[in-house]
């Protein structure tokens, strides 16, 4: 079964994309910050995608932007909040439906775009 992290600090869009994620099949790890992908990645967890939301936080974050280059990423970025956008498989901008991300990420598993 394949692995997607869900990296958000807005827990709505976190636990949202992965419920849907899962219940489609998929594993899904909902993370909050750069420290838990870290920890994930440890311990031997290896994303086929990302789901990244984007604020300075986040998508500053070394670990992070070393993580969205070696791995297709899907990043949820605001339309208010100015940060440097890293180079991702798709961006959406909020507002943004979650069936719009999980299709997506659906998409880049059957086209066999993983790490």
């Not at 992290?5 to 827990?11: G, H, K, P, Q, R």
């Not at 297709?72 to 961006?91: G, Y």
């Not at 069936?99 to 059957?110: D, F, N, S, Y």
Request: aromatic fraction near 4%; proline fraction near 6%.
């Amino acid at each position: 079964m394949p692995l997607v992290f869900v990296i958000a600090t807005d827990w709505k869009l976190r636990t949202g994309v992965r419920a849907e994620l899962r219940e489609r099949g998929i594993d899904a790890l909902g993370m909050d910050s750069a420290d838990d992908a870290g920890r994930a990645l440890a311990g031997g967890e290896m994303p086929a995608v990302v789901v990244l939301e984007a604020n300075a936080e986040l998508a500053g974050n070394p670990a992070i932007q070393s993580l969205v280059a070696r791995v297709p990423t899907v990043l949820v970025a605001s339309r208010t909040e100015a940060v440097p956008l890293p180079r991702v498989a798709a961006v959406f901008y909020r507002p943004v439906r979650i069936g719009e991300i999980v299709a997506k990420v659906r998409e880049l598993l059957a086209r066999g775009e993983v790490a």
